[in-house]
């Protein structure tokens, strides 16, 4: 039959049970089900193991060509990162990070999208403001403001009540 997979699944029942109730994931029970049911033949067929895991047949045999080129492994290796890559090269953003680990640091978001710039990166200030509070897990050391006014011996005496 045209479209009918030929696969020879190399490991034994009793491994393939084994596996199957030793995988944390439901992802990866279903895939060793899938094995299981081919390996002991309480399928007939890929359509059949299809019906019986509720799946399409198109997704068990993607399934099964993963595990004919990589094996167990291949079939239960988490899905890769398939979003954008990001803007700001490996090699930026080390320096950036260690830029920012220094004690000057940077005064705004503004100041690290003009350094980024210099670098030949061009982002928004959103993006860039994203990419370093949330990407890097940095915050700008920006000291808080002070009053000119504030009389340093009452601020110590404050921070030091017990003296």
């Given at each position: ?8 699944i ?7 049970k084994a ?6 994931t ?11 049911l081919l390996?002991s033949q ?6 059949h ?9 198109v997704?068990?045999?993607?399934w ?5 080129l990589g094996?167990?492994?291949?079939l239960?290796?988490?899905p890769t ?6 803007k700001?090269p490996?090699?930026?953003a ?12 940077f005064?705004?978001?503004g100041?690290?999208q003009d350094w980024?710039?210099?670098?030949d ?7 860039v403001?994203h990419y ?11 000291p808080?403001p002070?009053?000119q006014a504030q009389?340093p011996v ?7 009540p017990?003296?």
């Amino acid at each position: 039959m045209v479209g009918v997979s030929q696969i020879e699944i190399r490991e034994s029942r009793e491994t393939l049970k084994a596996l199957m109730r030793e995988q944390v994931t439901i992802q990866g029970r279903e895939r060793m089900h899938c094995l299981y049911l081919l390996k002991s033949q309480e399928a007939r067929d890929v359509g059949h193991a299809a019906q019986i895991l509720c799946r399409s047949r198109v997704t068990l045999q993607r399934w099964l060509k993963k595990y004919q080129l990589g094996g167990i492994a291949q079939l239960l290796a988490p899905p890769t990162g398939q979003g954008r890559k990001s803007k700001v090269p490996a090699g930026v953003a080390t320096e950036l990070v260690a830029q920012l680990e220094t004690t000057t640091g940077f005064g705004s978001y503004g100041e690290v999208q003009d350094w980024l710039a210099e670098r030949d990166v061009n982002m928004t200030y959103a993006g860039v403001h994203h990419y370093v509070y949330h990407g890097l897990g940095a915050s700008l050391k920006v000291p808080r403001p002070r009053s000119q006014a504030q009389d340093p011996v009452r601020v110590e005496l404050f921070k030091n009540p017990c003296r």
